[in-house]
């Protein structure tokens, strides 16, 4: 169940209210009696069943409450009512399926931002990729490919493709092409004070690293492996199945061919450079292609679920377009 907290116009309000009490997946909705500030206008909370929430959000936008109120929803973990229950009877598909595409937004817009904390954390995703290179250890290459936080714009960078929003799309492309960069630039410093000072060999080589090795050599498993975690990746992040996102984050090799591509830099072994960039640029590619895919089927299974939910009572109730409307107005 998702929970919505809305500030409704006065004007307004008993129109949110036949629209919500006339919808047959929502529950548990109340009206209080004192005014909400700050937008002005009256607070009516309620729930509605997760494969619905959307539809029952977009209803609310038709009524400008985004402009002229707010709304706030919630994800709910448990509920125990007959109410809900039948609720979520009513609204087609499962739970862990639907996509509640204002959270998506939400989470993808707020995992964009350019800011020093994600510079920090690609950096030192790096550096632990390029020790576990040295020291040829899985082990480290898995706790690089965790700590590192580019998935969360590469998933953004899907979602503005799918729902053509130029703006999120430029700021994921930012903040990849200053994390990537700076990450390798790092890598490639402290590998060179660590030849200095003699923390790793003079003559360092990876040819009887199987580590390095790997992350030099991209191949057509390589691409598939990161299509699927592409694909994974953005189900965890659109639906309730969160937990598997830690899986995806520790089978694609970004961060580790990003930190090899400054190893090899420093070493100037370009022949593992070159492959660790090529392979960098594929698992980029493919989990783009790959969740970008993934996303716009999600996507025209909700519009063909909006376009269902156009012809429901409720709106007619509300005094909002029918299904016939919006198309003859579309073409008109």
Same mark, same amino acid.
């Given at each position: 169940?998702?929970?919505?907290?809305?500030?409704?116009?006065?004007?307004?309000?008993?129109?949110?209210?036949?629209?919500?009490?006339?919808?047959?997946?929502?529950?548990?909705?109340?009206?209080?009696?004192?005014?909400?500030?700050?937008?002005?206008?009256?607070?009516?909370?309620?729930?509605?069943?997760?494969?619905?929430?959307?539809?029952?959000?977009?209803?609310?936008?038709?009524?400008?409450?985004?402009?002229?109120?707010?709304?706030?929803?919630?994800?709910?973990?448990?509920?125990?009512?007959?109410?809900?229950?039948?609720?979520?009877?009513?609204?087609?598909?499962?739970?862990?399926?639907?996509?509640?595409?204002?959270?998506?937004?939400?989470?993808?817009?707020?995992?964009?931002?350019?800011?020093?904390?994600?510079?920090?954390?690609?950096?030192?995703?790096?550096?632990?990729?390029?020790?576990?290179?040295?020291?040829?250890?899985?082990?480290?290459?898995?706790?690089?490919?965790?700590?590192?936080?580019?998935?969360?714009?590469?998933?953004?960078?899907?979602?503005?493709?799918?729902?053509?929003?130029?703006?999120?799309?430029?700021?994921?492309?930012?903040?990849?092409?200053?994390?990537?960069?700076?990450?390798?630039?790092?890598?490639?410093?402290?590998?060179?004070?660590?030849?200095?000072?003699?923390?790793?060999?003079?003559?360092?080589?990876?040819?009887?690293?199987?580590? $390095?090795?790997?992350? &030099?050599?991209? %191949?057509?498993?390589? +691409?598939?492996?990161? #299509?699927?975690?592409? /694909?994974?990746? =953005?189900?965890?992040?659109?639906?309730?199945?969160?937990?598997?996102?830690?899986?995806?984050?520790?089978?694609?090799?970004?961060?580790?061919?990003?930190?090899?591509? $400054?190893?090899?830099? &420093?070493?100037? %072994?370009?022949?593992? +450079?070159?492959?660790? #960039?090529?392979?960098? /640029?594929?698992? =980029?590619?493919?989990?783009?292609?790959?969740?970008?895919?993934?996303?716009?089927?999600?996507?025209?299974?909700?519009?063909?679920?909006?376009?269902?939910?156009?012809?429901?009572?409720?709106? &007619?109730?509300?005094?909002?377009?029918?299904?016939?409307?919006?198309?003859?107005?579309? /073409?008109?």
């Amino acid at each position: 169940m998702v929970h919505l907290r809305i500030v409704a116009p006065r004007i307004r309000a008993q129109t949110v209210m036949d629209l919500l009490c006339s919808t047959e997946s929502v529950c548990n909705v109340i009206r209080l009696s004192e005014p909400a500030l700050r937008p002005d206008g009256e607070m009516i909370m309620c729930d509605v069943a997760r494969e619905d929430a959307s539809v029952v959000i977009s209803d609310l936008k038709d009524l400008e409450l985004h402009h002229e109120g707010s709304i706030t929803l919630e994800l709910i973990d448990t509920a125990i009512s007959e109410w809900a229950e039948r609720a979520e009877k009513h609204a087609k598909g499962a739970p862990a399926d639907a996509v509640v595409w204002e959270d998506v937004e939400s989470k993808t817009s707020e995992q964009v931002e350019l800011s020093a904390t994600f510079l920090t954390f690609m950096v030192l995703a790096g550096l632990i990729a390029a020790v576990g290179i040295f020291q040829d250890s899985s082990i480290l290459i898995v706790g690089a490919m965790v700590v590192g936080p580019e998935f969360g714009p590469i998933a953004a960078l899907c979602v503005a493709l799918v729902q053509r929003r130029r703006e999120l799309a430029t700021r994921s492309a930012r903040a990849l092409l200053a994390g990537f960069p700076l990450a390798i630039l790092v890598v490639y410093m402290v590998t060179q004070l660590f030849r200095a000072i003699g923390v790793i060999s003079e003559n360092f080589d990876q040819t009887g690293h199987q580590i $390095g090795n790997v992350i &030099a050599s991209p %191949d057509v498993l390589a +691409f598939f492996v990161a #299509a699927c975690a592409g /694909a994974a990746g =953005m189900l965890s992040l659109s639906t309730a199945k969160s937990g598997a996102l830690i899986g995806v984050l520790i089978s694609v090799t970004t961060i580790p061919a990003a930190a090899n591509v $400054g190893v090899t830099a &420093a070493y100037r %072994d370009w022949e593992n +450079f070159a492959g660790s #960039a090529e392979q960098l /640029a594929l698992n =980029m590619s493919a989990i783009l292609l790959a969740g970008t895919f993934t996303l716009a089927i999600q996507r025209m299974l909700y519009n063909r679920r909006r376009r269902e939910h156009l012809s429901d009572p409720g709106r &007619a109730e509300a005094g909002l377009p029918s299904h016939e409307e919006v198309r003859r107005s579309a /073409a008109g």
